[in-house]
Nanobody, 126 residues
Framework: QVQLVESGGGSVQAGGSLRLSCAASGNGYSTYCMGWFRQGPGKERERVAVIDVDGRTNYADSVKGRFTISRDNAQRTLYLEMNSLKPEDTAEYYC????????????????????WGQGTQVTVSS
């Protein structure tokens, strides 16, 4: 079972960029669907982006065209490249893992993740 540690958060002005990383320890990383979630102040946790075992990706509408999720299986690391940041992107960002595929064809995507990191704070000022 993998363990997850996020890094790369910080404070940035609107329009700026940040790159989040999530380092995984343990075996079997390449067989996990991985995702980034976030929880802003006073808000519910929301899915940001997901990358499946085979590299298929899925993004929330609010970040499409601005954020890019990627994974390096050799380094057991997940990334989230965030560009054109907005104040509404301010949140605690969490890395998550699911030991299965996430995309099941006509049945769509499953987002039940059972492994979570501790989070990294992203603050975007206007």
């Amino acid at each position: 079972q993998v363990q997850l540690v996020e890094s790369g958060g910080g404070s940035v002005q609107a329009g700026g960029s940040l790159r989040l990383s999530c380092a995984a320890s343990g075996n079997g990383y390449s067989t996990y669907c991985m995702g980034w979630f976030r929880q802003g102040p006073g808000k519910e946790r929301e899915r940001v982006a997901v990358i499946d075992v085979d590299g298929r990706t899925n993004y929330a509408d609010s970040v499409k065209g601005r954020f890019t999720i990627s994974r390096d299986n050799a380094q057991r690391t997940l990334y989230l490249e965030m560009n054109s940041l907005k104040p509404e992107d301010t949140a605690e960002y969490y890395c998550a893992a699911r030991q299965d595929y996430c995309f099941f064809g006509w049945r769509g995507w499953k987002y039940e993740f059972n492994l979570w990191g501790q989070g990294t704070q992203v603050t975007v000022s206007s």
